[in-house]
């Protein structure tokens, strides 16, 4: 079982004192029943969280809605959420600042929020994106109860950064709301991906560098498993491994291949 000293003791092993920014990536579904308490359990779970984290620092929490938006053009601040765990769900009942992202936002925790807020957002991923910030700020990136290759959205950061052929630049438009009344109109320009069927990444030799990396750590409890490295070792990761062969975390190189000779100069006309 998981006590509520385990838990705080488990994030003091993955998160340290000097850590400014907390990215949490989790699945907590996966080892709810393991905790001792059960009394409003998520609500107690983030409670932990934030009072290890405190205000004085930036914790930052995925809310993706890229299903919910792409089929109603439709953002809601307080309401639109995609299956991204119970944590962000529990985090969006309070007072979070939510980017403005309709496909990739985030939920931003503290009190120095004022360079997030202030981000350009120009693409999902690129500059002026959330996932630079993180980089920039050197984040603390986190994963609760989920493999890296499940719960790392910034590894697609190197996607664009590097320009892989199999992704191009998609618009994505639509009306943003809070509590269903309307704010303003709202778009993302997203490095999309390939039509392709079926599982396309092995994220096998960038999840052997991770573990393998000078600011990784990971927790010692039995029952449930937290893992995390610093931002700034994750680009030492991605420069290493995109420069070398971008092809390396790619299982079906022949289909994107053919896509890339036969589809994506349509695609990419199709989507300006």
């Known amino acids: 079982m998981i006590s509520e000293k385990d838990f705080i ?8 004192k000097n850590d400014k920014v907390v990215v949490i990536y989790s699945g907590f579904s996966n080892f709810l029943n393991k905790f001792d308490f059960k009394k409003n359990l998520m609500p107690k779970i983030l409670n932990i969280i934030e009072n290890f984290i405190t205000k004085e620092r930036i914790l930052l929490l995925p809310s993706f809605s890229t299903n919910a938006f792409v089929k109603t053009k439709k953002f809601d601040l307080k309401t639109s959420i995609d299956n991204v765990g119970v944590l962000p769900k529990e985090a969006l009942k309070r007072n979070y600042y939510r980017t403005p992202q309709p496909l990739h936002s985030y939920l931003a925790f503290g009190k120095n929020l004022y360079a997030i807020k202030n981000l350009s957002y120009k693409t999902s991923w690129g500059e002026g994106s959330i996932l630079d910030f993180m980089s ?137």
């Not at 003791?9 to 340290?16: C, D, E, Y």
């Not at 039509?195 to 039995?222: E, M, V």
């Open 9 to 16: 003791q488990s994030l003091s092993q993955v998160i340290k």
């Open 136 to 272: 920039k700020n050197n984040a603390r990136i986190c994963t609760i109860g989920l493999p890296w290759n499940k719960g790392c959205a910034y590894l697609h950061k190197f996607e664009e950064d590097f320009q892989v052929p199999w992704r191009y630049y998609k618009t994505f438009k639509g009306k943003m709301y809070k509590n269903k009344k309307f704010v303003t109109y709202c778009k993302e320009d997203k490095f999309s991906l390939a039509r392709i069927d079926g599982p396309l990444y092995d994220y096998k030799p960038f999840i052997k560098h991770i573990k393998n990396a000078k600011s990784f750590c990971k927790n010692n409890h039995n029952d449930f498993q937290i893992e995390s490295i610093k931002a700034s070792c994750l680009d030492k990761i991605g420069k290493k491994l995109f420069l070398k062969n971008p092809w390396c975390i790619i299982k079906k190189k022949k289909e994107l291949l053919n896509w890339i000779k036969n589809q994506k100069s349509k695609d990419v006309i199709l989507n300006k």
